[in-house]
């Protein structure tokens, strides 16, 4: 029998076979609906939702709907690995990007190489202007924003790139330990 959940704005229906149907309703009163699946990506939703769904896939769940999916049974481990590697660089750039619009981080980029530049021909960074060295700052402080965000999936890459089997590999939580970001620069 299958189970419905109400989770903030999320309804979330267990379905016994193991997949959970989400609806998220926006404040606008609209309708987001997605399929989750046992050891599907997770990312971006609330933890409230994640706990809900970890709860719902018991390893017995789990192990029922995979075999009830021939192309999930036949997935090979290194498949598996370039899945999860793939869900971890897209949430990377997801959180990036709320932090930098990709415009804003190739505007600050194309700014940086011109003060390094500058400083180069100045003899340093004592040489850059007040403006130049304030532009300078700013582009630090984004990096300082952005790089913990880098440093944490390139260790969720690494635990993924080296899982020995199916178990170790659905075991990495890809969803915790990020960096709190703050608001958009």
Sequence with gaps: MNTTVDVGAYRLTLIDAGPVHLRETAEDGVHRRAVL????DLAGLPQAVVETCRGHWTPERVAAWRASRPEQAEMTLEDA???????IRAEAGRRIAEVAPDYRQRNVL????????????????AGLTADEQVAAAAARVLWARINPIRLHSDVLEALA?????????????????????????
């Design 37 to 40: 699946t046992p050891g599907g």
């Design 81 to 87: 690995k370039a899945r999860r590697l793939a869900a």
């Design 161 to 185: 790139a080296a899982a020995p089997s199916m178990t170790a590999l659905a075991a990495i939580d890809i969803t915790v330990g990020w960096p709190e970001t703050g608001q958009a620069a």
């Design 110 to 125: 194309a700014r940086s190489v011109e003060l390094l530049e500058a400083a180069v021909l100045r003899g340093g960074f």
